[in-house]
């Protein structure tokens, strides 16, 4: 072909392929390509049309030709980076682009391709990589609260604790409504071991959806008690435990007399969903009209106590946590039964100091952070990020972690909480925890529970293998069930006492024993519980 034909034929390669006649269009280019092997026009038009036609892997040996011979090129670019982009190729396009210069780069071009060669390395577990691509579209997008978030959330798992701190306030900052950065934030300052930052962190959020007339200080919160959502949801579980509690706090004078006067609406409404036929642990959502007249009280910081006050005689806890661990305890034989049991597990009777026991007793007691209702068995949950968050639980925490240096010591608090139960329930079924260490301490009298050896926890003489995920051991499912019936053995039975603490891997299987508490507000089993670390 002559010059001029093939100057020509380009032209009617164009035309066909603008018209749809795609494989006209294509053999004709590759007539071009065939006479003059290095013309850059046929090349692009060439690697164009094979894109168009979903073949980015045949389109790259044109395109790449062309960028070669114009190097400089930005539309033989940003065709070429695309081709690998369709190919998934998202690291490679956008070291392309980075190659062929200034005039290559489209903003929003290159924004995509990170974000895409980010995610891909995230997936894929390759932190590093993914951590290089976000810090340079954090640089493209800073006002971008998901573009930090994701970044810090890399940067956590990567242990880089404070640069996802960094990375995540920045989100916090500029999205005050998300949650997750918050959480992932949270994280990070956990593993710094800065738990009462964590607690104020938490408290943004969970404060204005909890608030009452009362809390945080009365008169001072009842516009936000009136305009966070209503807290709708209820099961006979939440509602007799919240008749009981508040009756309580009413006798002991605690209970303010304007929330005092909603409790006769409280025990109709209790009594007429145990009329309904409910099982004690289903979640339902309460009726317009069954919300009302308890709305102010219902799942509320009512009343929050402090389990320093005078009567316990707990000075303010020392930070180290040696005003409430008892003294007397001997930890090196703590530490050496947890490390010669199979399981890795050891009883400690009597953790507490009696002033802390007592204090945190009355916390339990008294405090209405019972908020999560959803467990069918029949309990309810405190947790770190809804207000159970006081000092004595930070410092216990620390006193263990000072305790066992080679036990918890390496590990950081990652999440407390306190359970409440029914009276009478089936417990919960064996399982193991996201965790490195557990602690679980019982805080309910020894009389409450009539059966000494009963009450407590099972421990099997096994763990739950290291590759296994979070959903093949946090519940019942046929391949941890066939795991147990083969591996599991006899359990060891650890009876409840009240302040026996029970310290044990989180890798090892565990179930709560059926409870058969006697009747009462004050005999319900309550546990706190640890974790410390990662698996």
């Not at 164009?14 to 053999?27: K, M, P, S």
């Not at 000075?315 to 008892?326: H, R, T, Y």
């Not at 597990?345 to 009696?354: E, K, N, Q, T």
Request: hydrophobic letters at 45%; glycine letters at 8%.
């Amino acid at each position: 072909m002559t010059p001029e034909t093939i100057s020509q034929a380009l032209a009617i390669a164009v035309d066909l392929f603008e018209a749809g006649i795609h494989d006209r269009a294509e053999a004709l280019l590759r007539r071009v390509l065939a006479a003059d092997g290095s013309n850059t026009q046929a090349l692009y038009a060439l690697g164009r049309l094979l894109r168009d036609l979903g073949r980015p892997e045949e389109a790259l040996e044109p395109l790449t030709a062309c960028l070669s011979l114009l190097p400089c090129s930005a539309p033989a670019a940003l065709a070429c980076a695309g081709a690998l982009s369709e190919l998934g190729r998202f690291a490679a396009a956008v070291e392309l682009l980075d190659k062929s210069g200034p005039a290559a780069v489209d903003i929003d071009v290159i924004k995509s391709l990170l974000a895409k060669a980010g995610d891909q390395a995230n997936q894929e577990g390759r932190d590093a990589e993914a951590i290089g691509f976000y810090l340079r579209l954090a640089g493209l997008s800073p006002e971008s609260a998901a573009v930090w978030g994701t970044l810090g959330a890399v940067l956590l798992r990567s242990g880089d604790w404070r640069e996802a701190e960094t990375a995540l306030r920045r989100a916090v900052d500029l999205d005050l409504e998300d949650e997750g950065h918050a959480r992932r934030l949270a994280d990070a300052l956990k593993f710094q071991g800065r738990l009462e930052e964590v607690r104020e962190l938490y408290r943004r959020h969970w404060v204005p959806r909890r608030a009452s007339r009362w809390w945080p200080s009365s008169g001072q919160a009842g516009s936000i008690a009136e305009v966070s959502g209503p807290a709708v949801q209820a099961s006979i579980t939440k509602l007799t435990h919240d008749v009981e509690q508040l009756t309580y706090l009413d006798s002991l004078g605690r209970l303010p007399a304007d929330a005092a006067a909603m409790l006769p609406a409280l025990r109709d409404l209790t009594a007429e969903v145990i009329r309904s036929g409910r099982r004690p642990g289903d979640v339902f959502t309460l009726t317009p009209e069954q919300l009302a007249p308890v709305r102010p009280v219902y799942n509320r910081m009512v009343h929050l106590a402090d389990p320093r006050l005078a009567d316990t005689h707990l000075a303010d806890p020392d930070v180290e946590g040696a005003a409430v661990l008892n003294p007397d305890l001997d930890w090196s034989r703590i530490g050496r039964d947890f490390r010669d049991s199979v399981a890795g597990y050891a009883v400690i009777d009597g953790l507490l100091s009696p002033q802390a026991l007592a204090g945190l007793t009355r916390y339990c007691l008294e405090s209405t952070f019972w908020f999560d209702l959803e467990h069918p068995g029949g309990y309810l949950g405190a947790y770190l990020q809804e207000g159970f968050d006081h000092d004595i639980l930070f410092a216990i925490a620390r006193g263990l972690q000072a305790a066992l240096p080679d036990i918890v010591g390496p590990h950081a608090l990652r999440q407390v909480w306190a359970f409440k139960y029914d009276q009478r329930l089936s417990g919960i079924p064996p399982h193991a925890d996201d965790a490195a260490v557990n602690v679980n301490l019982w805080i309910a009298p020894d009389d409450a529970c009539p059966d000494p050896d009963a009450g407590g926890l099972l421990v099997y003489p096994m763990k739950v293998p290291a590759e296994w995920s979070f959903d093949d051991y946090n519940s019942i499912n046929p391949r941890f069930d066939a795991f147990i019936r083969e591996h599991g053995g006899t359990p060891h039975r650890i009876g409840h006492r009240r302040n026996r603490a029970l310290l044990f891997s989180s890798d090892a299987v565990h179930a709560t024993e059926s409870v058969d508490f006697r009747s009462g507000y004050l005999n319900r089993r309550i546990n706190i519980t640890m974790l410390f670390g990662y698996r």
